[in-house]
Structures are given as structure tokens and as C-alpha cells.
């Protein structure tokens, strides 16, 4: 048993992390937005709107004020990307491990996690934990790996890996933030277009390419932002584009799956409480990587289909009609 973590945000992710932190017995004070969720978890140690397949330990208390959680040396930060400045402005300042675990690009700014927190939180000593995590395996413990990039090193490496840790979940070191959250926003918009490629009948050929050819497209965009190369082939890149890409258990595939097969971006994303990511990235991502002449076809096309401008099988269409080119041509 460690010291208490605090959860801010108790959708399927931050309520899986929740879970894992409690299964060697550990206490865990975990903020809900909803208060039905808070009486929920502390009442019957369950999460019927985000996780239902869990039975959440008794360590793991639900609260929704977020001043409880200010005490505590470390939390993490598990909200939606689009909500992530909105809460952190909320959580009373000061000097504390702050471990951020969403993946997206803030869309009305274009900014990373990292940056969006460390202006509302200047006196947070920042981390980014991402990498190939689908909630319900977390929750049931089955072994899983993420990447841990501290902006504070080693040091900071040595004060949360012991926290974090379990004998199912094993954080790599890295001190590559922004590679971290790169990885993890630009493959949920990867995801969307093998959700379509499926959706559309392609084949698992066509699901390669796309595979590699997206991953082309996350390094281009992540070494024009100052990430490394070796953190976007590991765990919280190509590891989590992977994973992705290749279930219906991911949102964000599961979402180009119903764009694939005719529906709108509308109409596959209504009555969902739960979030696809790439939805919000996707606009963003395309526009910055317009700005900085960054090549990324597989994300302008996954825009185009979110905007409705095409059907799924003409966007498709365009991306192969493209000129024919060297492989590693512009990756370098
Ligand atoms: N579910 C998963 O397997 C994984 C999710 N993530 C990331 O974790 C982040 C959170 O995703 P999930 O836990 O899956 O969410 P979820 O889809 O399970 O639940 C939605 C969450 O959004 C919150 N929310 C809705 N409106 C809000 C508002 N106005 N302000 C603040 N919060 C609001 C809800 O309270 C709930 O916590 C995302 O960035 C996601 O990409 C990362 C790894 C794995
Ligand atoms: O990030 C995830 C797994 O690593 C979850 O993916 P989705 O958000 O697409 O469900």
C-alpha cells in the first residue's frame, strides 16, 4: 500500500486508473463531475455511466469537490481534452505532481495538454502518462504498459513510478512530454480513418497502409513539434495507434466504422456519453499542420469526412489518387 493518489474525472479511463492504483489496497480519492456517480461509486463500488464492467475496490472513495483532492502530492488529470482548462481552473493552486492522461489537442486554442496546464496551473510539476490502455483491461488488471514522460526527469521519474506502478500496469520512463501527448492525440485521429477503412470493406491490407502511412504522417507532425522520433515508435505512439486501429473496444475506431458505413459524424456521435477524441483533434490538428506545411493526408481526409464535405468512399478515393512518391520521401 503507497500514499493516497488523487483521480480528477471518473469517466471509463480515470475510474480504470482509479482501480488500478486500489489493487494493491492503496486509498484513491477520486473526483466525479456527476453526483449520482459520486453516491454510485461510494454506495455500490460500481460505475454504470462510464465502466460498467468493473467492481470498483472499497478503497477508492468518490467525491465531487475537487478542493478535497488539493491536499494530496499527486493527481491525475483524466478529463476530456476540450474540458481539461475548464477543471484544472477549478482545482485550488499549488506545488504538486500533476500527471495528465488525456489525449487531445485543446480545439479552440491548438494547444497540447501540456501547455493548456501549465498556464492554468503554473506551480504543477507536470507529467503525461499515455500508451496502449483500453479502461476495461486496466480495470480487470490484465497486464498493460504505458509511457511515463516527466518534464521533471528522474526526479520526478522516482517520486511517481513507485506510486503508479502495479504488478499489471508498468509505466516506461521518458522525459519526452510532448512526444507523449503527441502520440496519443494524433492516433485517435488515425483510428477514425481504419474505423472508415473498415467500415467501407477495404481489407486488412488497406489497414496496414493506413497503419503506416499514418504513422508517417504522426512523426512528420510530431518532429516538426520538437518530439523525438523513438518516443513516437514506442508505447504511447506507435504502440497505442495500434491497438486502436485494430478494435471495436476503441471509441474513436468505432466511430469511423459508422462514418465508413454512411452515417454522419452527427449521427454517430448522438446519444454517446462517452467521448471520441479524434473528433475534436481532427479539425485542429489538420489546421496546424496546414500552418506549418506539415504533409498529413490521412488526417485532411478524416477532416473532410468529419465536416461532411464528401462520403467516406470519394474521401477514400481522393487519398488514393494521389501522386506517387518515395516512401521515406519528407519523413526526415
Ligand atoms: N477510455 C479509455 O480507454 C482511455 C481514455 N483515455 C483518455 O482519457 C480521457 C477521458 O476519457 P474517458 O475517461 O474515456 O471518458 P468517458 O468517455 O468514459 O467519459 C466522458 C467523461 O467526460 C466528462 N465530462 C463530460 N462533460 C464534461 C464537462 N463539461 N466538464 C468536465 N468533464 C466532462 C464526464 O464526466 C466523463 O468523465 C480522454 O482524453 C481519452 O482519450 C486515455 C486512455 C484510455
Ligand atoms: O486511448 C485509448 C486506448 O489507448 C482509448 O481509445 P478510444 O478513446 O478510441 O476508445
Redesign the pocket.
Known amino acids: 500500500m503507497r500514499g493516497k493518489v488523487g483521480v480528477i474525472?471518473?469517466?471509463?479511463?480515470?475510474?480504470?486508473l482509479a482501480q488500478s492504483l486500489a489493487s494493491d489496497g492503496s486509498e484513491v480519492l477520486l473526483w466525479?463531475?456527476?453526483s449520482e456517480?459520486v453516491a454510485e461509486i461510494n454506495s455500490k463500488h460500481g460505475n454504470s455511466?462510464?465502466?460498467p464492467s468493473a467492481r470498483l475496490a472499497e478503497t477508492i472513495r468518490a467525491t465531487g469537490d475537487l478542493g478535497e483532492l488539493a491536499a494530496l502530492p499527486v493527481l491525475l488529470l483524466?478529463?476530456?481534452?476540450q474540458?481539461l482548462a475548464?477543471?484544472i481552473s477549478e482545482l485550488p493552486r499549488g506545488e504538486r505532481d500533476v500527471v495528465l492522461?488525456?489525449?487531445?489537442i485543446e480545439a479552440a486554442t491548438g494547444r497540447l495538454m501540456f501547455d493548456v496546464a501549465a498556464d492554468a496551473a503554473p506551480d504543477a510539476r507536470l507529467a503525461v502518462l499515455?500508451g496502449p490502455?483500453?479502461?476495461?483491461e486496466?480495470a480487470a488488471g490484465l497486464p498493460t504498459a504505458v509511457t511515463l514522460a516527466c518534464s521533471g526527469g528522474e526526479a520526478q521519474w522516482d517520486r511517481l513510478s513507485p506510486l503508479i506502478a502495479r504488478s499489471g500496469f508498468r509505466p516506461y520512463y521518458s522525459d519526452d512530454v510532448i512526444g507523449a501527448e503527441i502520440g496519443?492525440a494524433v492516433k485517435?485521429v488515425l483510428a477514425i480513418a481504419c474505423g472508415v477503412v473498415e467500415g467501407l470493406g477495404l481489407g486488412q491490407n488497406a489497414r496496414a497502409a493506413l497503419i503506416a502511412r499514418g504513422f508517417a504522417e504522426m512523426l512528420r507532425f510530431g518532429l516538426a513539434r520538437g518530439a523525438r522520433a523513438e518516443t513516437l515508435s514506442g508505447l504511447c505512439g506507435l504502440g497505442d495507434l495500434v491497438l486502436t486501429c485494430s478494435s471495436t473496444s476503441s471509441?474513436n475506431f468505432s466511430l469511423g466504422l459508422a462514418l465508413g458505413k454512411g452515417l454522419s459524424a452527427a449521427e454517430a456521435l448522438a446519444g454517446k456519453?462517452?467521448?471520441a477524441?479524434g473528433a475534436a483533434t481532427a479539425p485542429v490538428l489538420a489546421q496546424i499542420a496546414t500552418h506549418e506545411g506539415v504533409d498529413m493526408p490521412i488526417v485532411q481526409s478524416v477532416c473532410r469526412l468529419l465536416k461532411g464535405e464528401a462520403p467516406a468512399g470519394v474521401v477514400v478515393e481522393d487519398l488514393l489518387a494521389r501522386p506517387l512518391r518515395a516512401e521515406q520521401e519528407a519523413d526526415t
Open positions: 474525472g471518473a469517466g471509463a479511463w480515470g475510474t480504470a466525479a463531475r456527476e456517480l455511466l462510464f465502466l483524466v478529463v476530456p481534452a474540458f475548464s477543471v492522461c488525456s489525449k487531445g499515455s490502455t483500453f479502461a476495461h486496466v496519443g485517435n471509441r456519453n462517452s467521448v477524441e
